[in-house]
């Protein structure tokens, strides 16, 4: 069963751009979710160019109202600064459902690598049982297009990771340019070695409606898709109900869930 998470980060950006609170973040969320979205996805980073500690609160609220999931990533060794009080801070604080951890800084435009899981596995160990004892289920944001990060992926399960979450962004670049056949078997690959040490499947980044069927088709047993950026995209053209819908149908083609 694939659930569809929307990523409501690039609804926060348009609002910050003039300041208030016009669009509102949590009425875009509503709206996915009352067109069948599964779930909420945010990444506040430290900087908060786009999602605040506020909208975190706001948004767990929300997704605990509706008993869907709220899944909170980003980076855990970024250090509290004023207004962000720390990933693990607002994880302690919200309870989510999922915590995804995101080795991004604040320098990179978007999250753009996964764990070097072979270096970052003794370090990621103590944050991951943390995160478990708060009831949070933990999925490590993890590269499938580079080999060498990819070898040590069975170490996320080692330490306690409930799932592994796919850097999308390199097959999406590779489908554009219809080049994305070895690169599907790189991830097909990968997710069959998280699946066979225990590890759930996650993947995220720059999917859309027009490579998300053919990723499914190859990647197997994915639980859930995180999509945002083509998501809102697509929205300011056929209205953000009608793209949810649209994926949604995306999934049923694939044989997978399209409802909570």
């Known amino acids: 069963m694939t659930f569809l998470s929307v990523n409501v980060n690039k609804i926060a950006v348009l609002r910050n751009s003039r300041g208030g609170?016009?669009?509102?973040?949590?009425?875009?969320a509503r709206a996915c979710l009352h067109a069948?979205?599964?779930?909420?996805?945010?990444?506040?980073?430290?900087?908060?160019?786009?999602?605040?500690?506020?909208?975190?609160?706001?948004?767990?609220?929300?997704?605990?109202?509706?008993?869907?999931?709220f899944n909170l990533e980003g980076n855990?060794?970024?250090?509290?600064?004023?207004?962000?009080?720390?990933?693990?801070?607002?994880?302690?604080?919200?309870?989510?459902?999922?915590?995804?951890?995101?080795?991004?800084?604040?320098a990179q435009l978007t999250s753009d690598h996964g764990f070097d899981f072979a270096r970052d596995a003794e370090r990621l160990s103590?944050?991951?049982?943390?995160?478990?004892?708060?009831?949070c289920r933990v999925s490590l944001f993890a590269d499938a297009w580079d080999p060498v990060r990819s070898a040590g992926v069975e170490h996320a399960a080692a330490i306690g990771a409930d799932r592994i979450e796919l850097y999308t962004g390199p097959y999406a670049d590779a489908f554009h340019r219809g080049e994305h056949a070895?690169?599907?078997?790189?991830?097909?690959?990968?997710?069959?070695?998280?699946r066979s040490v225990g590890l759930g499947v996650n993947a995220g980044h720059d999917l859309?409606?027009?490579?998300?069927?053919?990723?499914?088709?190859?990647?197997?047993?994915?639980?859930?898709?995180?999509i945002g950026h083509a998501l809102i995209g697509e929205a300011l053209h056929?209205?953000?109900?009608?793209?949810?819908?649209?994926?949604?149908?995306?999934?049923?083609?694939a044989g997978v869930a399209s409802a909570p």
């Open 36 to 69: 069948g979205a599964h779930g909420i996805t945010v990444h506040p980073r430290p900087d908060a160019r786009h999602i605040r500690a506020a909208d975190v609160h706001a948004l767990a609220a929300l997704t605990a109202a509706r008993g869907v999931e």
């Open 208 to 226: 859309s409606q027009e490579n998300l069927g053919a990723f499914l088709a190859a990647v197997p047993e994915v639980l859930e898709v995180s």
């Open 126 to 135: 103590p944050l991951v049982e943390q995160l478990r004892g708060l009831g």
């Open 182 to 194: 070895s690169m599907l078997e790189r991830f097909a690959d990968v997710a069959r070695r998280a």
């Open 238 to 253: 056929d209205g953000l109900r009608a793209t949810v819908r649209g994926y949604l149908a995306i999934l049923d083609g």
């Open 21 to 28: 609170n016009d669009p509102d973040v949590v009425q875009a």
């Open 76 to 106: 855990p060794f970024a250090p509290p600064r004023p207004g962000y009080p720390g990933f693990l801070a607002l994880c302690a604080a919200v309870r989510p459902a999922q915590a995804t951890l995101v080795p991004d800084g604040d």
